[in-house]
Every structure is written in C-alpha cells, then in structure tokens.
C-alpha cells in the first residue's frame, strides 16, 4: 500500500486531530509544525523525504511562539520563497488549507505572486476529499516518490538498526537517477559510502572482527572486509580468515557476486569522471546493492539482532 508523507506547517497542528486522521484515512501522513522556522529547516534538511507541503494561510514565525498569531502572513511568505528556493533539489506539490474565511476569499498579493489558484477550507468535507486527492495525484507524478514506493523495503532498512539515515537522501537520489536517466554524477561515491555502512554495521554486530577497520580513515577496508566475508585467505595482510563466513561463495554465489560487482565498480567509478559513466553500469551496481541490503536485512533477522 502507498503512503504519503506531507510536511504540514500549521500553529494548530498539534489539536486539529480531525485533520490528522481524516488524511491518515487517505494514506497520508502529516507531519506538524507550528512554525516557519522548524518547517524550513526540515524542508532544508529533509525535503527529499517529502511528498507535498501543506501550509495554514497564517502560523507562527518561531518555536516560542504560542497563543495568537501576530506576524499576518509572514511565516507562508517565508515558506513559499524556501520552496521556491529548493527546486533545484525538488519541485515539490505544495497547498494551502485555511479555517478562515478572510484568508480563503480575500485578496492577497503573495498568491497572486505565487499562483495560488485555490484555498482549500478546513472546515468543508468537500474541499479535504479534493485535496487529499490532489495531494497523492501531485506527488505521483514525483519521481522521487515513485522511487520510495518502489523500493521502500529497501529504504526501510536505512534505519539506526541496520545502515543508518546518514546516507538515505544519496540513496533517494541514486535511485532517481537510474529511473530517470539524467546525469550520473556523483553516484559510485556516494554508493561506496553505502558499502562501507553496510561493512561497517556488519564489524559492529560482532559479524566481523575490528581488525578490518581502516584506523587511518576510520572507516572498513573494503577489499579486505570483503574477502574475509568470503571466507578467503587474509593471512598475508597480517589478518585472521574469517572461521565462519558470512557468505559462502559456494552456497551463496549470488550474494558473494553482488559484493563483488558493487566493490568494483565504485572503486572505478569513484575516480573517473562522469561523462564515462554508463546509466547501465549503475543500474547493475544500484540493484546489486538493492538485493545486499534486503540478504543482510534477513540475515540480521534469522540472528535475532533486530
């Protein structure tokens, strides 16, 4: 099932729970602010994470404010240029949904500007079918959010337990850009950082002995970490083969073959320029990847460690 994840910017979002749960029951989900502040900092931050933004006609600028607002329309101002601002990064759907009525039917320049076309009223059944609607209609045209239905078993495992969120966002990226076809830039490093996540999460479950750290770098010796996965001799690099390997190349030959394509081909791609990078390379590299992830996911599992 499809959910959508909705940054909703609104001073009366922690007691508007009829709005809460009327968009839950349209698969989507709203994450409040009560300010522009929090809110642009988690578009900054976040907004590839995001499906839509949907924004109050008037909420508070800070964190400290509380009771009345007092700053007219300054905070929607604010968030409106913080959109417009980030589309470079994404174009995401944005909408606003007013109780009052002054906002909904009265003239002001910053629609105009911004193109507002309609106000949708908290307090009409109609308007809330409609725009949940048009919310999940809007964001499916985001490839983005395409790619985060599509594989979100995948994304899932990008969590404290498994890889961690450090490098969810590149993920997202990788991802539109093997669907999408555009530029590969900067992908086979940005996957390489994955891999060592990946090595790194597998010596802190105790899967693998610290010794296949990089104490230069801080970060796992790729090569090495890999053959003792494997089972190989590491003995001549001063290190102890692994007694019970992680993956047996002659049980597991595909798992052992995905290590090794993602191994290789990051560390071409991360020095060659991206103009002699193939979309094709990536698509091989990005779902070998994909399938490690999920293989470690259920290893992690069968060991009772998540």
Request: proline fraction near 3%; aromatic fraction near 10%; include cysteine.
């Amino acid at each position: 099932m499809k959910r959508y994840k909705v940054l909703w910017l609104d001073d009366e979002c922690r007691t508007l729970e009829f709005l809460n749960e009327s968009a839950f029951l349209k698969d989507i989900d709203l994450i409040g602010f009560t300010n522009s502040y929090e809110g642009v900092k988690e578009l900054e931050s976040n907004l590839l994470q995001y499906d839509a933004v949907l924004l109050d006609g008037i909420f508070f600028e800070s964190e400290k404010e509380n009771g009345d607002v007092t700053s007219g329309d300054q905070a929607l101002v604010e968030v409106l240029y913080t959109i417009k601002n980030l589309v470079n990064t994404k174009k995401i759907p944005w909408f606003i949904l007013s109780g009052q009525s002054s906002f909904q039917k009265g003239e002001n320049p910053y629609l105009k500007k911004f193109q507002v076309n309609k106000v949708y009223d908290k307090n009409s059944p109609t308007d809330l079918e409609e725009l949940w609607q048009r919310i999940k209609d809007q964001a499916d045209k985001q490839v983005d959010t395409q790619v985060r239905h599509k594989y979100k078993e995948v994304l899932a495992c990008f969590s404290p337990e498994i890889l961690g969120d450090a490098n969810y966002d590149d993920f997202i990226e990788i991802l539109v850009k093997m669907e999408s076809g555009v530029e590969v830039g900067n992908c086979f490093n940005a996957l390489r950082r994955v891999l060592e996540d990946l090595l790194l999460s597998i010596i802190n479950y105790g899967l693998l002995s610290s010794d296949f750290m990089d104490k230069a770098k801080g970060t796992p010796n790729i090569t090495l970490s890999i053959r003792a996965i494997k089972g190989l001799e590491v003995d001549k690099y001063g290190l102890e083969k692994n007694p019970d390997p992680i993956v047996d190349p002659k049980k597991n030959g595909g798992i052992a073959s995905c290590f090794d394509v993602i191994s290789g081909f990051t560390n071409t791609g991360s020095h060659t320029s991206s103009s002699k990078l193939d979309h094709y390379v990536l698509q091989t590299v990005t779902n070998a990847f994909c399938s490690l992830i999920l293989w470690y996911e259920n290893l992690l599992k069968e060991k009772n460690y998540i």
